[in-house]
């Protein structure tokens, strides 16, 4: 229970993910998604970790003890975007019927000299986003992801779809490299997408009210787009079961100026403030698209994750998130 959420180890393997994906290309979506409910019931006795967060998380959402089967569901559902992850990467997008909402908040900011910066969230799935560059034709999208965070699943994706591995700005480089990367796609007008939920340890955070408490959020994400000079859209990829999968795009903030060294702190506040209220709203809505498997209001680990339960962040500045 103890120590910071990077530290958890990935969930399952390579054998076992490949497994899973060859089933999956060779016997159908459909006989695969069959094989979720052992997988689950698996993880849902092996993690007691995730469980037990997951408990937590659907009870304060809810605001009653969550049951058994909820949290089996809630585990199914991740299990089942990951395995569609196999199929949206392996050049099978027609299978799914995905609906995208705001769009035009979206490409009424794009610019071929000035591309646009994506903030996402562990919510839903961040793969189904690439379908934007297929409804805006010669868009490069550009995703900020630690690679060495997941390997096993990193490792299939890219094999699955090799055009991941040139299109990735992998986080765990120095921030300076990161940051360099990022402007360099956006100065052609890429789209450049990263998670800004989650903190790494020792990364500068933000406080704000987030399901009923204070939750510590990376502060690095929300400076990028001022700093930048590019506009900001928050975009989330929702799963609704079956084949289903809502795209939403929202203005987020236009590109301007860096923020002034004596407003910084108050913009700031109000930036972070803004992306929980909207990362809120669309998690009240369906919280089984959580995919946040830690004690999101003490990501330090101390403790048994609780409803009430609420984390301090820690200082320090870094860009990145990672897929699962």
């Not at 054998?15 to 899973?20: G, Q, R």
Request: hydrophobic letters at 45%; a positive charge.
């Amino acid at each position: 229970m103890n120590g910071h959420w990077s530290q958890r180890p990935e969930g399952g393997g390579r054998f076992a993910m490949t497994l899973i994906a060859a089933i999956g290309l060779r016997c159908g979506r459909g006989f695969a998604r069959l094989l979720l409910y052992p997988i689950t019931l698996y993880f849902y006795l092996r993690r007691p970790y995730e469980r037990r967060v997951s408990k937590a998380f659907l009870t304060r959402i809810s605001g009653r003890p969550a049951t058994a089967l909820e949290v089996f569901r809630h585990i199914h559902r991740f299990a089942a975007t990951l395995l569609d992850r196999m199929f949206l990467l392996g050049g099978q997008e027609h299978r799914f019927d995905v609906r995208v909402h705001g769009l035009e908040e979206l490409t009424s900011r794009m610019r071929p000299d000035r591309g646009v910066l994506l903030l996402g969230a562990h919510v839903g799935s961040f793969e189904v986003l690439r379908v934007a560059p297929r409804a805006c034709p010669g868009v490069e999208l550009r995703v900020v992801l630690d690679v060495q965070k997941t390997p096993a699943l990193t490792g299939l994706l890219h094999a699955l779809d090799p055009a991941i591995g040139r299109n990735v700005i992998d986080a765990s480089q120095p921030g300076t490299d990161v940051v360099l990367a990022m402007s360099e796609g956006l100065a052609r007008g890429a789209l450049v997408a990263l998670l800004a939920d989650r903190a790494r340890p020792h990364e500068r955070t933000v406080e704000a009210e987030f399901l009923g408490a204070p939750a510590p959020f990376p502060a690095a994400p929300f400076l990028l787009g001022p700093m930048l000079g590019v506009p900001v859209v928050l975009c989330l990829g929702l799963y609704r079961g079956g084949n289903r999968y809502d795209v939403h795009f929202e203005a987020f903030a236009e590109a301007g100026a860096p923020l002034p060294r004596g407003e910084r702190a108050a913009a700031l506040q109000a930036l972070v403030s803004r992306y929980a209220q909207r990362l809120e709203h669309h998690v009240r809505a369906d919280p089984c698209n959580w995919f946040n498997w830690h004690d999101f209001w003490n990501p330090q680990g101390t403790g048994q994750p609780a409803p009430a339960d609420v984390g301090r962040g820690v200082a320090g500045v870094r860009v990145g998130g990672d897929p699962a």
